[in-house]
Nanobody, 118 residues
């Protein structure tokens, strides 16, 4: 069963913007904090932004002030607005739950590739 479907990635120049979307199964979305993760080439997957069910947000330092995570409870969708993109943001981006405790959803979605290059 597919629970997480990411979309919206692409190739963008440094300084550009992209908006990622993640459609989440309703039963998962409604009761979990959600997060955007990324895996850059040769690196471990990391959590870059988190949003609770009450829309409290937390960001990893390198994206603070540039990325905005949001959720639409009517669409069971979580978004990541990415502005002022840098080459270091190049990665495959995934969404998943992001609770303080608890398991991640498996399997992960396919992710969406973001490439920042001139």
């Amino acid at each position: 069963q597919v629970h997480l479907v990411e979309s919206g990635g692409g190739l963008v120049q440094p300084g550009g913007s992209l908006r990622l979307s993640c459609a989440v199964s309703r039963t998962i979305f409604s009761v979990n904090a959600m997060g955007w993760y990324r895996r850059a080439p040769g690196k471990e997957r990391e959590l870059v932004a988190r949003i609770t069910t009450s829309s409290v947000t937390v960001y990893e330092d390198s994206v603070k002030g540039r990325f905005t995570i949001s959720r639409d409870n009517s669409k069971n969708t979580v978004y990541l607005q990415m502005n002022r993109l840098e080459p270091e943001d190049t990665a495959v981006y995934y969404c998943n739950t992001a609770n303080i405790v608890g398991d991640l959803v498996t399997p992960w979605g396919q992710g969406t590739q973001v490439t920042v290059s001139s």
